[in-house]
């Protein structure tokens, strides 16, 4: 296929001019599943996937499998993990007006801890998340920066998490408004208002034999057949059981939190027609790439904070739609599978060329200092990947892009940083065993 090689701004870097020739057609989904050898093959069957999630669970401290989790934690672990994050009172952090974070904010964010009400042993208590929400790895809802300006990433959000996420409470905070909680992700504290409890695990555990699995960037969820009340806009790779569907509606099951803080399953409504699968994707490049194209132009949000995403949450919400449980974190999620290359040091480029020439497109993961990128494949010598990316310098200094995006790898080349593809630090193919 012979595509017109020019400069452009294009919408989704605008006012951005990339320095580097692009192909338009590198921003449709079809054009590189066109390019892929065997596109439909199955990559991992759902025995190999359950068997990947297995390794990375057992890889990953942060990560865990709530219901599977006990009945108590340990004084000596619940501080550990409280403590797994310092509070950063040696560094220079920044409020949201941009001036210094005094003292006395940690000492009271310490104060609210509550490590004394920790006992020796701790039970637990699991519920459900009835709402998005954000992880914090301190009970506050300020943020805090590393500069006066860079209030683009609040050093206290870990991420957002959505229903139906099941939590296990492991410690509340002295004012009664936080719970510090494990997550399938991550332990962070999460307001206890929008946690719905239940009294026994069996409670979180739906007798379903299928499930709706979210596959757009977004689908609403109603709490009626009208679509007269949106209860949540759901982002890719969350699924709910499906209790029935009716001529127009998949009926699923929500949860809802009571008056007495229990929870309770209701029937919530999604319209046939969104973007929604019944089960899991197969996990083909083909259906790798079709996912990311659906979050291209989407705005970048460190940590989820505005209900949006960031690098690894793009890379996970993607995976998470053919069953992959990836690590929340970018420098986690290059440690899974099979590493193809790793740099301690700037590659040189024949290292660099030979390492991306064993990559796949649409499996394989290109890593920098944190951040990572989706590989896509390679155009007349020029590699390409799709990343959410804030952004880049070039030889006038930054420029912020705010976006996912396609982008060559050379991008960045004339800035003292250098390009993409010279900064890489690892490449990993999403695998169990290495594909020949």
């Known amino acids: 296929m012979k595509v017109l090689k020019i400069v452009i701004s294009i919408i989704f870097l605008s006012p951005v001019l990339l320095e580097a020739s692009a192909y338009l057609p590198i921003f449709k989904a079809d054009f590189w599943i066109g390019r ?10 759902s025995e190999k996937i359950a068997e990947l999630n297995a390794l990375i669970l057992g890889e990953n401290n942060e990560m865990a499998d709530v219901i599977k989790m006990g009945t108590s934690v340990s004084k000596e672990e619940l501080e550990k993990w409280l403590l797994e994050d310092p509070l950063p009172v040696d560094k220079n952090m920044f409020d949201k007006k941009g001036k210094p974070v005094k003292d006395a904010f940690y000492e009271e964010l310490l104060d609210n801890m509550n490590f004394e009400a920790i006992n020796e042993s701790n039970e637990l208590t699991f519920g459900i998340v009835t709402k998005r929400t954000d992880i914090r790895s301190f009970p506050t809802d300020e943020p805090v920066f590393k500069g006066p300006s860079a209030k683009d990433f609040d050093a206290f959000q870990y991420s957002a998490i959505y229903p139906p996420q099941v939590v296990a409470l492991l410690h509340k905070s002295r004012d009664g408004q936080w ?3 494990q997550t399938n992700i991550v332990r962070g504290w999460i307001k206890l208002n929008i946690i719905a409890f239940v009294n026994s695990k069996d409670d979180l555990i739906i007798d379903a034999e299928k499930f709706v699995l979210i596959t757009g960037n977004r689908v609403a969820v ?7 009340k949106v209860l949540e806009s759901i982002p890719m790779g969350r699924s709910f059981a499906l209790s029935g569907e009716d001529k127009r509606h998949w009926i699923i099951k929500f949860p809802k939190k009571m008056g007495n803080g229990q929870l309770q399953w209701a029937d919530a409504f999604i319209k046939k027609g969104s973007d929604v699968n019944i089960g899991y994707l197969p ?12 979050i291209l132009g989407e705005k970048y949000s460190w940590g989820g904070r505005n209900g949006l995403r960031d690098c690894s949450s793009f890379i996970k919400d993607v995976f998470a739609t053919m069953g992959i449980n ?23 480029n024949g290292d660099i060329d030979n390492a991306i020439s064993s990559a796949i497109p649409g499996i394989t993961l290109l890593a920098l200092n944190g951040h990572i990128m989706l590989y896509l ?4 010598g020029n590699y390409y990947a799709l990343h959410q990316l804030f952004g880049y ?3 006038d200094g930054f420029r912020t892009v705010n976006k996912a995006v396609v982008t060559n790898l050379e991008l960045g080349k004339d800035s003292k940083m250098g390009a993409l593809k010279d900064r890489i630090k690892s490449i990993n193919l999403i695998v169990l065993d290495r594909i020949n």
């Open 36 to 45: 892929l050898d065997n596109p439909d093959e199955v990559i991992l069957s």
């Open 222 to 228: 109603f709490a009626d057949n009208k679509g007269a």
């Open 393 to 395: 310098y070039d030889k």
């Open 179 to 181: 719970g510090f909680f």
């Open 283 to 294: 996990y083909t490049k083909k259906n790798v790439i079709k996912q990311a194209f659906k």
């Open 326 to 348: 990836l690590p929340r974190h970018s420098g986690k999620q290059s440690n899974v599978g099979t590493l193809l290359a790793g740099f301690d040091e700037m590659p040189a």
């Open 377 to 380: 494949g390679n155009v007349d």
